[in-house]
Nanobody, 125 residues
Framework: QVQLQESGGGLVQADASLRLSCAVSGRTVDLYTMGWFRQAPGKERELVATIFSGDSNTYYAASVKGRFTASKDNAKNTVYLQMNSLKAEDTAVYYC??????????????????WGQGTQVTVSS
């Protein structure tokens, strides 16, 4: 059974930092591309960052590039999202997700089939 558990969200002021964690069981983060998504009230869920299987290359949405960093710890089977210089528009529920098959390099939401329950990030201006 695949389970993803996010943690690390909270309420911060603008320009602060947060680090989100996603503990994964049932899939090996080294073999599966992992994505971070977010959904703000009234908006579609959007991809924030991807860390690809194997070489651990990353992809970032333009809105967070240079501020957010995705990483993973294979020994802990955990992925992270370091968020710096947070802005009010980063306020959302953040989800981690696992790609539907090993070694699939994808940034398409439809290719992620397991999701965590989400963690709220609120940035006050």
């Amino acid at each position: 059974q695949v389970q993803l558990q996010e943690s690390g969200g909270g309420l911060v002021q603008a320009d602060a930092s947060l680090r989100l964690s996603c503990a994964v069981s049932g899939r090996t983060v080294d073999l599966y591309t992992m994505g971070w998504f977010r959904q703000a009230p009234g908006k579609e869920r959007e991809l924030v960052a991807t860390i690809f299987s194997g070489d651990s290359n990353t992809y970032y949405a333009a809105s967070v590039k240079g501020r957010f960093t995705a990483s993973k710890d294979n020994a802990k089977n955990t992925v992270y999202l370091q968020m710096n210089s947070l802005k009010a528009e980063d306020t959302a529920v953040y989800y981690c997700a696992a790609a539907r098959r090993p070694l699939l390099a994808t940034t398409e939401r439809r290719d992620y089939d397991y999701w965590g329950q989400g963690t709220q990030v609120t940035v006050s201006s």
